[in-house]
């Protein structure tokens, strides 16, 4: 699993004039959700849909709001299922929106890559043990 920071923009799907917020979070690819604070997303218009029951950063399952954004980052846009973060969760993109953007994440240089250059290059050979 890897964790690093990036800047994600998010908008009402709804409005999409409305005010965008800006924030800073974690890339975590063992999450498959992003979440967002849940004040700052009502602040922009997105509203729940859902209560789900998560995983959360500690393990214990936690039940939360989840609803719609339209999510920007690192110049590509998706619209996306949030979680609607409560004080003291994570800000994190998870694994859904990054594929969603269709980008990847290489640990090596600690980069981004298209997933359509992955496949222009085919997937990495794996030997049988």
């Known amino acids: 699993m890897s964790i690093f920071k990036i800047q994600i923009a998010a908008r009402?799907?709804?409005?999409?004039?409305?005010n965008m917020i800006l924030l800073e979070a974690l890339v975590d690819t063992g999450s498959e959700l992003t979440w967002l604070p849940a004040e700052r997303l009502r602040d922009i218009g997105v509203t729940p849909r859902f209560k789900?029951?998560?995983?959360g950063p500690n393990g214990k399952p936690l039940k939360r709001d989840t609803?719609?954004?339209?999510?920007?980052a690192n110049g590509h846009e998706?619209?996306?299922?949030?979680v609607?973060?409560?004080p003291g969760d994570p800000v994190v993109i998870g694994a859904r929106t990054m594929h969603n953007i269709?980008?990847?994440?290489?640990?090596?240089?600690?980069?981004?890559?298209?997933?359509?250059?992955?496949?222009?290059?085919?997937?990495p050979k794996v030997k049988a043990a």
């Open 12 to 18: 009402s799907p709804k409005d999409e004039g409305r």
């Open 52 to 55: 789900q029951l998560l995983p």
């Open 67 to 72: 609803g719609c954004a339209i999510l920007n």
């Open 78 to 82: 998706t619209t996306a299922d949030v």
């Open 84 to 86: 609607f973060a409560e």
């Open 102 to 123: 269709g980008l990847a994440f290489d640990d090596g240089p600690n980069r981004f890559i298209s997933l359509e250059t992955l496949k222009a290059f085919g997937r």
